[in-house]
T-cell receptor, first 109, second 113 residues
Framework: EDQVTQSPEALRLQEGESSSLNCSYT??????LFWYRQDPGKGPEFLFT???AGEEKEKERLKATLTKKESFLHITAPKPEDSATYLC??????????FGDGTTLTVKP | DTEVTQTPKHLVMGMTNKKSLKCEQH?????MYWYKQKAKKPPELMFV???????INESVPSRFSPECPNSSLLNLHLHALQPEDSALYLC????????????FGPGTRLTVT
């Protein structure tokens, strides 16, 4: 069975304090690992797609990396507006998406 | 434009009502999805339409009935729902039914009384 585990469940940072979120996965037939950001009461917003181990993607203060068993979302010098729930998801050969439970990030000014 | 629209934004319905949720995308995507999300939980896949045909049904109760009238539209018909069906219902689309990122709509907040 496909499994996606995110840690930590919640993360509180001071503005400017860099950190990383983890997403570990076990799937058969990975067709991509995805990071989304979700604000309360809204739909998830696509951030990154990673397909193969060693791949990295960057966008503003965010950088996503992928190994054969896990992905990291690195947040450099976060700002309060980066506060949200960050979801990791994997897609398999069957076309299904499995989401992790998310990490709720709070950045204090 | 990566917009997926959903209507209505909020819906309150009784257990004997029939209502429908609507989703629309104009990105030319060939796959569309319905997800259910409960508070503080991740989205749970309900249905997948690939090239306007139902390709995945995640054992969803028959009181939820999806419909894909054309490649841009996706409906979810609701009938005889239970209070535990109250949730945020999300629609998403993707270019490729078997891979690639999904673009989500803002969701419909459903309350069953």
């Amino acid at each position: 069975e496909d499994q996606v585990t995110q840690s930590p469940e919640a993360l509180r940072l001071q503005e400017g304090e860099s950190s990383s979120l983890n997403c570990s996965y076990t799937v058969s037939g990975l067709r991509g690992l995805f990071w989304y950001r979700q604000d309360p009461g809204k739909g998830p917003e696509f951030l990154f797609t990673l397909y193969s181990a060693g791949e990295e993607k960057e966008k503003e203060r965010l950088k996503a990396t992928l190994t054969k068993k896990e992905s990291f979302l690195h947040i450099t010098a976060p700002k309060p507006e980066d506060s949200a729930t960050y979801l990791c998801a994997v897609r398999t050969n069957a076309g299904k998406s499995t989401f992790g439970d998310g990490t709720t990030l709070t950045v204090k000014p | 434009d990566t917009e997926v629209t959903q209507t209505p934004k909020h819906l309150v319905m009784g257990m004997t009502n029939k209502k429908s949720l609507k989703c629309e995308q104009h990105m030319g995507h060939r796959a569309m999805y319905w997800y259910k999300q409960k508070a503080k939980k991740p989205p749970e896949l309900m249905f997948v339409y690939s090239y306007e045909k139902l390709s995945i049904n995640e054992s969803v109760p028959s009181r939820f009935s999806p419909e894909c009238p054309n490649s841009s539209l996706l409906n979810l018909h609701l009938h005889a729902l239970q209070p535990e069906d109250s949730a945020l219902y999300l629609c998403a689309s993707s270019q490729n039914p078997y891979g690639g990122e999904q673009y989500f709509g803002p969701g419909t907040r459903l309350t069953v009384t």
